[in-house]
């Protein structure tokens, strides 16, 4: 089954200074060290402190986490030969965006000119998780479907709670900056691959956009590859909190695929209704109360994410992930939450020491990963015949 539904992921780090945490720009540097073992698996982003990793298409959880975690220590290595570290995070909790310098390329200062200060303030740090599905019709059905549960995902990943050194109140600030850009946040239900395929063709033709990954929703139908494309995470804290993400991501792809095709598919709703549970979900985390819309109740998140692991459990073994799942399992049991609430109490507990938060940050995205050099040269000497997930 796995084979199936493959996955690729991107994730945004921080580069950010060793010893303070403090957010720094460096990427060009870090870049030009690592072409020769990652290729086009890395790649600068719109500011400069942001430094992207691109997965290349995996079969399945195992090699994806054999791969994201070579891919972190390599990274590292090569950071700190420059005084940096890596910070995996939604947002940084002192950094200014007007004090970001703009990577020079056309496609940014393009970006710039259009969004303005918008497009200037996007100084956030997503993961991206593709699952593919090789039958359109059926991966429109699924992807109006998995929306549902995009507010319960959101919660997983919640890791920005500060914002230019305020604690926000919400557990992802990230997706109230990006909420700002145009064609982003919750799709609405698209009837079908062709009304999908219009919709992108009249933005073009207009000259709105030049192509469709210019479309930024929450969720998204890949123009270019056969995948659904997960967007509505914050980087999550450690490499164990992407997995079980991406392992969440696949099986809820592979048990809806699996609905449909006996025909028992879930109902969609609405974008706004969606909307009430994601607003609930960035404002409190796992701590939020939700709204089941199919059985029309309020729920705990924790329970209804239960309930949504309960769902897809009978295609977890044979995806190979029941190692992530069971951590996610954990993680709600956890009292110390998500990425969010660990930076919170870092806060609390150090009286407001926004630098003790931001050396948590460092330790935890290095959490899990132990990969030798050795491993690490065998796995990422580049080979230009390989194509990463974009």
Excluded at 232 to 244: C, E, K, R, V
Excluded at 265 to 288: C, H, Q, S, T, V
Aim: glycine content about 6%; charged content about 25%.
């Amino acid at each position: 089954m796995a084979a199936r539904f493959t996955l690729g992921i991107e994730e945004e780090f921080q580069l950010v200074d060793a010893q303070t945490g403090n957010l720094c720009s460096y990427v060009p540097g870090v870049l030009q060290k690592g072409l020769p073992h990652f290729g086009e698996k890395i790649k600068p982003e719109m500011l400069q402190p942001t430094i992207e990793f691109i997965s290349d298409v995996l079969p399945d959880i195992t090699a994806a986490r054999s791969e994201l975690c070579s891919a972190r220590a390599l990274l590292t290595r090569l950071a700190q030969e420059e005084g940096l570290a890596l910070v995996s995070a939604g947002t940084h909790p002192s950094a200014l965006w007007w004090e970001q310098p703009i990577t020079e390329h056309p496609r940014y200062r393009e970006i710039e000119i259009e969004y303005q200060d918008v497009g200037r303030s996007v100084l956030i740090f997503g993961l991206h998780v593709h699952v593919g599905l090789d039958n359109r019709e059926l991966l429109i059905k699924v992807f109006n479907q998995v929306r549902t549960w995009l507010p319960h995902l959101l919660a997983l990943s919640s890791n920005s709670p500060f914002w230019y050194k305020r604690m926000t109140g919400l557990k992802s600030y990230r997706s109230v900056v990006w909420k700002r850009f145009p064609r982003s946040g919750m799709p609405e239900v698209i009837p079908s691959w062709a009304a999908f395929e219009h919709y992108v063709q009249d933005l073009v033709t207009l000259g709105c956009v030049d192509n469709g990954k210019k479309i930024w929703w929450d969720v998204r139908p890949h123009v270019f590859f056969p995948t659904i494309e997960f967007r509505i995470f914050d980087m999550p804290s450690t490499i164990d909190d992407t997995l079980g993400i991406a392992a969440l991501c696949q099986a809820l792809v592979a048990k809806l695929a699996q609905l449909n095709e006996r025909g028992a598919g879930k109902p969609f709703f609405p974008r706004d209704y969606i909307e009430e549970n994601k607003w609930r979900a960035m404002r409190y985390g796992l701590d939020a109360e939700v709204l089941d819309f199919e059985t029309f109740r309020r729920l705990s998140m924790r329970d209804a994410l239960r309930e949504l692991l309960d769902l897809v459990d009978d295609v977890v073994d044979e995806l190979g992930s029941r190692r992530e799942i069971n951590y996610i399992r954990a993680l709600l049991d956890d009292p110390r939450g998500t990425g969010a609430d660990r930076q919170i109490a870092a806060y609390q507990e150090s009286e407001g020491d926004i630098e003790q938060v931001q050396r948590l940050l460092i330790e935890q995205t290095m959490r899990g990963v132990s990969v030798t050099d050795a491993e690490l040269a065998a796995k990422f000497v580049h080979d230009s015949a390989q194509q990463p997930m974009s």
